[in-house]
T-cell receptor, first 110, second 114 residues
Framework: QKEVEQNSGPLSVPEGAIASLNCTYS??????FFWYRQYSGKSPELIMS????GDKEDGRFTAQLNKASQYVSLLIRDSQPSDSATYLC??????????FGTGTKLQVIP | DVKVTQSSRYLVKRTGEKVFLECVQD?????MFWYRQDPGLGLRLIYF???????EKGDIPEGYSVSREKKERFSLILESASTNQTSMYLC?????????????FGEGSWLTVV
């Protein structure tokens, strides 16, 4: 079992719709969770971080964390073509070890 | 803003050559990392460092070494490049060992070994 799992996609949504990206992790001791966006040929850039159970909103983005289910998600409201990218889930466990998922490719169709 | 600079963006090297990838960060971060990213495999940690002259192996250290002589600089060394080391290499840094510190990435170095 991979430590951090994501569906590779592509996930296709129409412009203006809500995109839902999901991530599961295996280490119950994980404490910090991050979503990065990576455009093709570019390096990852941080979108959001979340540390406690529940929702965290930032503009069109909402991160959701459920530690009991070992599940973290990212919702993108009013999806735009510029949101088309690969989204990486990252999880930090003990000793600052950060593990990345392989990413979900999102395509927003105009 | 945090800036992580990778000096070489695109390199083509021959099998057996020694390759140096340089990385500099300007925010006095304690932690520095080297990842490689390959299609379908995601980001894999090669080496990381929590302090000057300290280094720790990541998940795939074989065929690589690192050097951190100064806090701001972390170098990745391929002692004898092989074709299976063709990849995009990403340097990153974070503030310290506290949990929840964001990792900031450089722009990446595309290495092709022929």
């Amino acid at each position: 079992q991979k430590e951090v799992e994501q569906n590779s996609g592509p996930l296709s949504v129409p412009e203006g719709a809500i995109a839902s990206l999901n991530c599961t992790y295996s280490d119950r001791g994980s404490q910090s969770f991050f979503w990065y966006r990576q455009y093709s040929g570019k390096s990852p850039e941080l979108i959001m971080s979340i540390y406690s159970n529940g929702d965290k909103e930032d503009g069109r983005f909402t991160a959701q964390l459920n530690k009991a289910s070992q599940y973290v998600s990212l919702l993108i409201r009013d999806s735009q073509p510029s949101d088309s990218a690969t989204y990486l889930c990252a999880v930090t466990g003990g000793y600052q070890k950060v593990t990345f998922g392989t990413g979900t490719k999102l395509q927003v169709i105009p | 803003d945090v800036k992580v600079t990778q000096s070489s963006r695109y390199l083509v090297k021959r099998t057996g050559e020694k390759v140096f990838l340089e990385c500099v960060q300007d925010m006095d971060h304690e932690n520095m990392f080297w990842y490689r990213q390959d299609p379908g495999l995601g980001l894999r940690l090669i080496y990381f460092s929590y302090d000057v002259k300290m280094k720790e192996k990541g998940d795939i250290p074989e065929g690589y070494s690192v050097s951190r002589e100064k806090k701001e600089r972390f170098s990745l060394i391929l002692e004898s490049a092989s074709t299976n080391q063709t990849s995009m290499y990403l340097c990153a840094s974070s503030l310290d060992r506290g949990l929840g510190n964001t990792i900031y990435f450089g722009e990446g170095s595309w290495l092709t070994v022929v």
